[in-house]
C-alpha cells in the first residue's frame, strides 16, 4: 500500500495498526506485518500477518455478537465500499482492513488469564499472585487456573503497558463501567476458549480492548482473540510444568530470548526460518480456530466456514 496516497486521512500508527479517517462516523483499521516483541516492533515483517489477525478478528467479532456477548465496532470490511483514495488502494487494503464505528476508546485494556504463564507465571513465582490477585500456593507453569482472572492495565502505543489493579482501573473509568467490561471480557474468554478446545487449541490468555459509542453503549473494538493478542497452545501437546507448543509471537519471543538483545529499539531482525515458523504458526491458528482457508481468504477476502 501507498500511504502517501492515503496521508491526507491518516490519524495514527500503533504497533501493528494503522488507523485513518474515513468521514465523522467511520474508521479505518488497517492492520500491517510488523511485529512486535517485548514492546519493540522488531524490523523484520511476518508476510500475511495483518490479514491473519484482520481475518480473526472479523470472525471473532461475528461470532461474539451472534452469541449475544456484546457489540462491536465493525461496519464492514470491502475498501472498494470507502470514498477515494481508498477504493484505489483496494488490492493493497483487501483482507486487512476494517471500517469501524468511532468510539470513545476507554484508557484501560484488559486481560484474561486462564493459565499461568508468561509475565504472570514470572509474577506468581516472585509474589504468589498474578498483579495482586491471590493464588493457590504450589500452581506449576502452564497449569490451569481454577477460575479464570481479568488483570488490566493502562494503554500504551509506545513503550510498557502498565499492569493496575481492578480497583485503579475503576477509578479511570468508573465503577459501574469497570464492572460491566471485567463480566463481558470474562465470558468472551469463555466463548473463545471452549471455540478454540474443539480446534485443539487451548486459549491460555487473551487481551480485549473496549470503547463506548456515542450513545453510551460499551463496545468490543480493535482485535479480537489473534496470535497477537493471546497465547494459543496446541492442547495434544500442552504438559503442565513447562513452556508450551504455541500458535502465537512466543515462537518469536523465544528466538529473541536467545539473542544478545537488551530490548529496546531497535531489535534484532528475525532469521527467515523464525520468519517461515512464524507465518505458518498464525495461519495454522487461522485454519483451526475458523475451519476455513486461508488461501482462499487472501484470494476471495471471505472466511467460508466448512463443517461448523
Known amino acids: 500500500m501507498t500511504t502517501a496516497d492515503l496521508s491526507s486521512s491518516f490519524l495514527r500508527s500503533g504497533k501493528v495498526r494503522d488507523l485513518y479517517r474515513v468521514d465523522d462516523e467511520r474508521l479505518l483499521l488497517v492492520a500491517s506485518d510488523r511485529i512486535s516483541a517485548f514492546d519493540v516492533v522488531l524490523p523484520t515483517p511476518i508476510p500475511d500477518k495483518g490479514r491473519v489477525l484482520t481475518g480473526l478478528s472479523r470472525f471473532w467479532f461475528a461470532q461474539t455478537e451472534r452469541a449475544g456477548i456484546v457489540a462491536n465496532h465493525l461496519l464492514g470490511v470491502d475498501p472498494t465500499t470507502l470514498p477515494a483514495p481508498f477504493a484505489a488502494a483496494a488490492d493493497e487494503l483487501r483482507g486487512r482492513v476494517m471500517i469501524c464505528r468511532r468510539a470513545r476508546v476507554l484508557p484501560v485494556e484488559v486481560i484474561v488469564r486462564g493459565y499461568v504463564s508468561g509475565s504472570g507465571w514470572k509474577d506468581y513465582r516472585r509474589t504468589g499472585?498474578?498483579?495482586?490477585?491471590?493464588?493457590?500456593?504450589?500452581?506449576?507453569?502452564?497449569?490451569?487456573?481454577?477460575?479464570?482472572?481479568?488483570?488490566?492495565?493502562?494503554?500504551?502505543?509506545?513503550?510498557?503497558?502498565?499492569?493496575?489493579?481492578?480497583?485503579?482501573?475503576?477509578?479511570?473509568?468508573?465503577?459501574?463501567?469497570?464492572?460491566?467490561?471485567?463480566?463481558?471480557?470474562?465470558?468472551?474468554?469463555?466463548?473463545?476458549?471452549?471455540?478454540?478446545?474443539?480446534?485443539?487449541?487451548?486459549?491460555?490468555?487473551?487481551?480485549?480492548?473496549?470503547?463506548?459509542?456515542?450513545?453510551?453503549?460499551?463496545?468490543?473494538?480493535?482485535?479480537?482473540?489473534?496470535?497477537?493478542?493471546?497465547?494459543?497452545?496446541?492442547?495434544?501437546?500442552?504438559?503442565?510444568?513447562?513452556?508450551?507448543?504455541s500458535f502465537d509471537k512466543q515462537f518469536v519471543r523465544d528466538w529473541l530470548e536467545q539473542q544478545p538483545w537488551d530490548k529496546t529499539y531497535p531489535g534484532p531482525a528475525l532469521p527467515p526460518e523464525v520468519v517461515a515458523g512464524t507465518r505458518a504458526r498464525y495461519v495454522e491458528a487461522f485454519e483451526r480456530i475458523t475451519g476455513a482457508s486461508f488461501e482462499r481468504y487472501l484470494a476471495e477476502d471471505v472466511i467460508a466456514v466448512e463443517g461448523r
Open 129 to 245: 499472585a498474578i498483579c495482586g490477585i491471590p493464588l493457590p500456593a504450589g500452581l506449576r507453569e502452564s497449569d490451569r487456573l481454577p477460575e479464570p482472572i481479568l488483570t488490566p492495565s493502562t494503554k500504551a502505543e509506545q513503550g510498557h503497558d502498565q499492569n493496575i489493579t481492578f480497583e485503579e482501573a475503576a477509578a479511570l473509568i468508573g465503577q459501574e463501567l469497570a464492572a460491566r467490561v471485567r463480566e463481558i471480557a470474562l465470558a468472551l474468554y469463555r466463548f473463545g476458549a471452549e471455540r478454540a478446545a474443539r480446534a485443539g487449541i487451548i486459549l491460555a490468555d487473551t487481551k480485549f480492548e473496549f470503547g463506548v459509542r456515542s450513545d453510551g453503549e460499551l463496545i468490543l473494538i480493535d482485535e479480537v482473540m489473534t496470535p497477537d493478542s493471546s497465547r494459543f497452545w496446541l492442547a495434544a501437546a500442552y504438559e503442565p510444568g513447562r513452556a508450551q507448543a
